[in-house]
């Protein structure tokens, strides 16, 4: 749901699908992982939208990011790039900031994984204005789906088609349940939410929600 689109590189295949598995589970669905290097211009060239983020280490086969990413620069694609390595020299971490679009830098080293991909995912989130809104969406949906699992399987439906926006007298009549019902789960919708949450999110909410759910 974050609106940024992630090239993640890494050659231990173990963090990659780690580092894949939390980046989705904060909100970044749009992910291209790989364990090399090989054709990685072509790829990015390939799938390459804004906003987008790499994110790789330093030390990945066969061509590290102080060889691709000058090369990525020459075809206009001037992407910025978070550096996850284990010991990474001065010169070429400066080399980087001088020379490419450096967004960051975090070490492996002494950290568990879980705590440097947290890190990572907040800070991908930061460097994408729009991705705050996002993840702010995706997380009030993780709460709202919560919620609605509380309820009996006809109250999540009412909910669902509350949350589309459709009319009361609708949704009553079509469900064969009182308008006095549907007016009262509404309340309890409007109170859950709050008046911070406009129309149009409600929408994107009901958008978000799986159909085993409502069904």
């Given at each position: 749901m974050a609106s940024a689109q992630i090239f993640?590189?890494?050659?231990?295949?173990?963090?990659?699908?780690?580092?894949?598995?939390?980046?989705?589970?904060?909100?970044?669905?749009e992910i291209l992982a790989l364990s090399d290097t090989k054709s990685i211009i072509e790829t990015v060239a390939r799938a390459y939208k804004k906003p987008s983020i790499i994110i790789s280490d330093y030390y990945i086969d066969p061509s590290p990011p102080s060889r691709y990413l000058p090369e990525m620069r020459r075809r206009g694609i001037n992407i910025p790039i978070i550096i996850v390595s284990g010991g990474i020299a001065y010169d070429d971490l400066n080399s980087l900031a001088l020379n490419c679009n450096l967004a960051g830098f975090f070490s492996k080293g002494g950290a568990e994984p879980r705590t440097t991909i947290g890190k990572i995912s907040q800070h991908c989130?930061?460097?994408?204005?729009?991705?705050?809104?996002?993840?702010?969406?995706?997380?009030?949906?993780?709460?709202v789906k919560t919620w609605i699992s509380s309820f009996k399987p006809l109250e999540r439906q009412i909910l669902f088609r509350l949350l589309c926006l459709e009319e009361v007298k609708r949704i009553a009549a079509e469900e064969s349940i009182g308008s006095s019902t549907v007016y009262d789960l509404r309340k309890t919708l409007g109170e859950f939410l709050g008046p911070k949450i406009?129309?149009?999110?409600?929408?994107?909410?009901?958008?978000m929600l799986p159909d085993d759910l409502i069904l």
């Amino acid at each position: 749901m974050a609106s940024a689109q992630i090239f993640l590189f890494e050659n231990d295949i173990s963090l990659l699908e780690y580092y894949g598995k939390y980046l989705k589970a904060n909100g970044f669905d749009e992910i291209l992982a790989l364990s090399d290097t090989k054709s990685i211009i072509e790829t990015v060239a390939r799938a390459y939208k804004k906003p987008s983020i790499i994110i790789s280490d330093y030390y990945i086969d066969p061509s590290p990011p102080s060889r691709y990413l000058p090369e990525m620069r020459r075809r206009g694609i001037n992407i910025p790039i978070i550096i996850v390595s284990g010991g990474i020299a001065y010169d070429d971490l400066n080399s980087l900031a001088l020379n490419c679009n450096l967004a960051g830098f975090f070490s492996k080293g002494g950290a568990e994984p879980r705590t440097t991909i947290g890190k990572i995912s907040q800070h991908c989130i930061d460097l994408v204005p729009d991705a705050i809104d996002a993840y702010r969406l995706y997380q009030t949906n993780l709460v709202v789906k919560t919620w609605i699992s509380s309820f009996k399987p006809l109250e999540r439906q009412i909910l669902f088609r509350l949350l589309c926006l459709e009319e009361v007298k609708r949704i009553a009549a079509e469900e064969s349940i009182g308008s006095s019902t549907v007016y009262d789960l509404r309340k309890t919708l409007g109170e859950f939410l709050g008046p911070k949450i406009d129309p149009e999110t409600w929408s994107a909410l009901a958008k978000m929600l799986p159909d085993d759910l409502i069904l």
